[in-house]
């Protein structure tokens, strides 16, 4: 480098710095929302999930247990001495019976699921503090060290630029100003701009 500071715009740099300050906030905003629908559909699944296939289990049971009854109560009847036709009965008890090892099945798999939930939740937060920490942290600190290099931009403008001049005309006559001072001056403003 020939010792002088490149700048062009500060007021691009100004729209760069609210532009990620409104990254920073709109990031911190998405991942509390984000975080608050795995915890919702988490609860669902181990909770909500969990009492809906516990009651189908309860019920599937008692109809089983019916339709047990109303086969038998078939098969004791005869006509003439003829054995029934129970067929409807047989079918309806088979029936629920499918339907009871089903709510056996989901119980069995949420069991299972929620195992695997729980360690995927685990990971999943590790993750998501971790950019918590990221956002809560490091973005503070990268907005400090913009605003402490727009002061040192500014300030170096100000030695720079010839009395009375426009801001405009300031940044653009910067570098051709800072090229004509002496070489103690312009590194001490470089070392500046580059903090």
């Keep these: 480098m020939n010792g002088a500071a490149s700048v062009h715009s500060i007021p691009m740099l100004r729209e760069f710095r609210a532009a990620f300050a409104n990254f920073g906030s709109e990031a911190k905003e998405a991942s509390a929302v984000n975080d608050m629908?795995?915890?919702?559909a988490i609860d669902w699944f181990q909770s909500d999930l969990l009492?809906?296939?516990?009651?189908?289990?309860?019920?599937?049971d008692e109809a089983l247990t019916n339709a047990r009854s109303d086969y038998e109560r078939c098969r004791m009847q005869s006509f003439?001495?003829?054995?029934?036709?129970?067929?409807?009965q047989k079918v309806a008890m088979r029936k629920a019976q499918l339907r009871l090892e089903e709510a056996q099945d989901k119980l069995k798999a949420h069991k299972k699921w929620s195992r695997v939930l729980d360690e995927e939740m685990q990971d999943y937060q590790g993750q998501?503090?971790?950019?918590?920490d990221m956002l809560s942290g490091e973005i503070p600190k990268a907005m400090a060290d913009l605003d402490r290099m727009l002061n040192a931009l500014e300030a170096?403008?100000?030695?720079?630029a010839a009395p009375g001049g426009?801001?405009?005309s300031m940044v653009n006559e910067a570098p051709q100003a800072a090229?004509?001072?002496?070489?103690?001056?312009?590194?001490a403003a470089e070392a500046d701009a580059k903090a």
């Design 37 to 40: 629908t795995v915890r919702r």
């Design 166 to 168: 426009s801001e405009v």
């Design 80 to 88: 003439g001495g003829r054995a029934p036709d129970c067929t409807d």
């Design 128 to 132: 998501s503090q971790q950019l918590s």
């Design 51 to 60: 009492k809906y296939w516990q009651n189908e289990l309860r019920k599937r």
């Design 179 to 187: 090229a004509a001072q002496p070489a103690s001056t312009a590194p």
């Design 156 to 160: 170096y403008i100000g030695v720079a």
